[in-house]
């Protein structure tokens, strides 16, 4: 075998290689929803910045913002959210919800909501266990740490696209350290309180929040998966 053919034989491997962990990382990736108290190391997570911030984003912009909670930080903030909730108090979002949820895509949501109570044992009737499971977006499921992303208001639908990629690597990033996620749209309907906590602009966007920290594996909520549709329904080729 020649030398052209070595290169092409590890170059070959290494992308197997590579693919093969690229894959893992995603298929192992899901959304915690119970944590241990023990914090993430500093350094880890400034390593999962440090890759998350090599997120593609439009002229480089890099539009995000990131603000980390850890130990009495954590605790002050999960506190007032939790409270704000329980009491029935919400801001408006600084980014619209969707309007409304159809066909596959109710299909899809229902699908969620009814493996996680399936699992946590709240019967479908059951509203003020709901409601309960609900608040616990604002206790962050427990997580010592919690990330909320900011994103510069001028850049328009544009930046936060960049910020959606920007939560997709960190939540992989965490993946790989061995460190549990959860991405809550649920902490941005406090979009205005947050800006107030945190000393943030006008000229920011609230996105969303990260929870994060060690998964609790013995946690029934951490025991179902969603699966995924078959590329075949999100994917056309055009060929002519």
């Known amino acids: 075998m020649g030398i052209a053919a070595n290169q092409t034989v590890t170059a070959g491997t290494a992308t197997g290689e590579r693919v093969r962990v690229l894959r893992e990382m995603i298929d192992e990736r899901h959304s915690v929803r119970a944590y241990r108290p023990e914090p993430v190391p500093e350094e880890i997570i400034r390593d999962i910045m440090a890759l998350a911030q090599r997120t593609a984003s439009w002229c480089n912009t890099q539009p995000w913002h990131v603000h980390i909670t850890s130990g009495a930080a954590t605790e002050r903030l999960r506190q007032a959210l939790y409270e704000r909730a329980q009491a029935g108090q919400s801001d408006e979002t600084d980014i619209a919800y969707p309007r409304e949820y159809r066909g596959v895509y109710q299909e899809r949501r229902r699908e969620s909501g009814f493996a996680l109570y399936g699992a946590l044992g709240i019967e479908r009737s ?115």
Not at 146 to 160: K, P, W
Request: proline residues 2%; charged residues 20%.
């Open 126 to 240: 059951d509203m003020d266990a709901r409601a309960r499971q609900m608040w616990e977006n604002y206790r962050f499921f427990g997580a010592p740490h919690v990330a909320i992303i900011d994103c510069e208001e001028a850049l328009g639908t544009y930046g936060v696209l960049d910020c959606g990629g920007f939560v997709a690597n960190f939540l992989l990033a965490a993946r790989a350290h061995g460190v549990g996620t959860i991405a809550q749209a649920a902490l941005a309907r406090h979009s205005a309180f947050l800006r107030s906590h945190f000393g943030i602009g006008d000229d920011r966007l609230i996105v969303c929040g990260i929870s994060f920290g060690y998964p609790d594996e013995t946690h029934e909520a951490n025991r179902f998966r969603l699966g995924r549709a078959d590329i075949e329904q999100a994917m056309t080729f055009v060929t002519q």
